[in-house]
């Protein structure tokens, strides 16, 4: 592997993670590799996002100097499930050279596995795993799910209701779009060429929602909020990664505190969250700042109802809240209220970063689970 004139540090502090030696590489974003060594997880500065090729030498160079860490070898290369990610291609490079297996670790499972490694939980544990987008089991995209977890196991027990991407990728560095998509599903569609006027796009975008090879479907939460930030006018075109999802953050902590609106929302016997009446009811909102407000009150306690009932069917009381969208702390902070009064032991991110930042952690505890048959 090609390595940087400076070797990137590896953490001083790290987690305890008892368990068979492996290196975990991460994911496309915020890729940050790390390795257990002498029942330690060792993570790696981050390289940042695997979208060039400085991106990339500085996520080889990190590989280079988790593997001259002192201990026994790795027995294993766990890396995310998408086989097109350099960090998946790396791992399975290296796995190939050190002669020890690749273990693919579904993005979400990584997520919420990597916070019960953090509190030292063996599971079994529920989760919400909300983000902006990681591959699932079934070749869609995810982002919105909830999840068993127990050890190598996970199973999906629900997920958010799909919103369509309009044009793919591109709805993602494109809030409009997904406001579009929500107008399109909530029967409204002939209002998105006039409100999006300003994008030349927006007259044809009706034929393309409808079109499941132009807009697949996507189960995240992050695009959610970019459909939010779109609707009451807070954002339309990221120019950063998550510009929408600040901006609508930023105008709730404005506006203050409201109720959440219980009739908002709707959990079907699938398991499936919808979400779509509260977008709609955006999509009305006159003051940015109080619908900003009423999107997170109400997404918070439908999320901990989501949770709550599964906790119950499942009776495990022990639940975890992993993936970026819980950086958003006005999210996290009311759904642990709503939570915590429904008698539920909550686990969260503390040392490590809930997006894809602390993914390794996730990858190498459930390659340990795979190696030890558990």
């Keep these: 592997m090609q390595a940087c004139t400076a070797s990137p540090a590896v953490a001083d502090r790290p987690l305890a993670l008892p368990g068979p030696p492996v290196l975990a ?45 002192p201990g026994e070898p790795p027995r294993a290369i766990a890396h995310d499930l998408h086989p ?13 050279r050190l002669q020890v297996p690749a273990i693919a670790v579904q993005h979400h499972h990584a997520h919420l596995a990597a916070v019960l490694a953090e509190h030292g939980h063996p599971g079994p544990a529920l989760g919400i795993a909300a983000d902006g987008v990681g591959l699932g089991d079934d070749g869609a995209a995810w982002g919105g799910e909830l999840l068993l977890v127990d050890g190598a196991a996970c199973t999906r027990l629900g997920h958010l209701r799909a919103l369509p991407l309009p044009g793919g990728d591109r709805a993602a560095r494109e809030p409009w779009r997904m406001a579009a998509a929500a107008l399109q599903l909530a029967g409204r569609g002939e209002e998105i060429a ?20 132009l ?47 219980s009739d908002a929302w709707r959990v079907t016997a699938d398991g499936t969250l919808n ?14 700042a109080r619908g900003a ?11 901990a109802d989501w949770l709550a009932a599964a906790a119950t069917a499942q009776r495990i009381r022990t639940v975890a809240l992993g993936g970026g969208c819980f950086h958003n702390r006005l999210l996290t902070a009311a759904l642990l209220e709503h939570l915590a009064a429904a008698g539920l032991v909550v686990l969260r991110p503390e040392r490590l970063p809930p997006g894809d930042a602390g993914l390794a952690a996730g990858q190498a505890w459930v390659a340990q689970r795979i190696l030890e048959g558990n």
Aim: proline share 5%; aromatic share 4%.
């Design 293 to 303: 407000a009423r999107f997170h009150a109400t997404l918070a306690a439908a999320c």
């Design 275 to 288: 979400l779509l009446p509260l977008l709609v009811r955006l999509a009305d909102e006159t003051d940015a």
């Design 25 to 69: 590489t991460g994911a496309w974003f915020e890729s940050t590799p790390a390795r257990v060594a002498g029942d330690r997880l060792h993570r790696a500065a981050s390289a940042g996002d695997l979208i060039d090729a400085e991106a990339c030498r500085r996520f080889d160079a990190a590989l280079d100097a988790l593997l001259e860490l």
């Design 194 to 213: 006039a409100r999006f006027a300003r994008h030349g796009a927006a007259a044809q975008l009706v034929q393309i929602i409808d079109r499941p090879h």
């Design 215 to 261: 807009s697949p479907p996507s189960t995240s939460l992050g695009r959610h909020f970019d459909a939010a930030a779109a609707l009451l006018g807070l954002c339309e075109v990221n120019e950063t990664g998550a510009q929408a999802a600040i901006a609508l953050e930023s105008a709730a902590r404005a506006h203050g505190p409201v109720a959440p609106e």
């Design 84 to 96: 097109d990610f350099q960090s998946t291609r790396a791992a399975r490079a290296l796995a190939e």
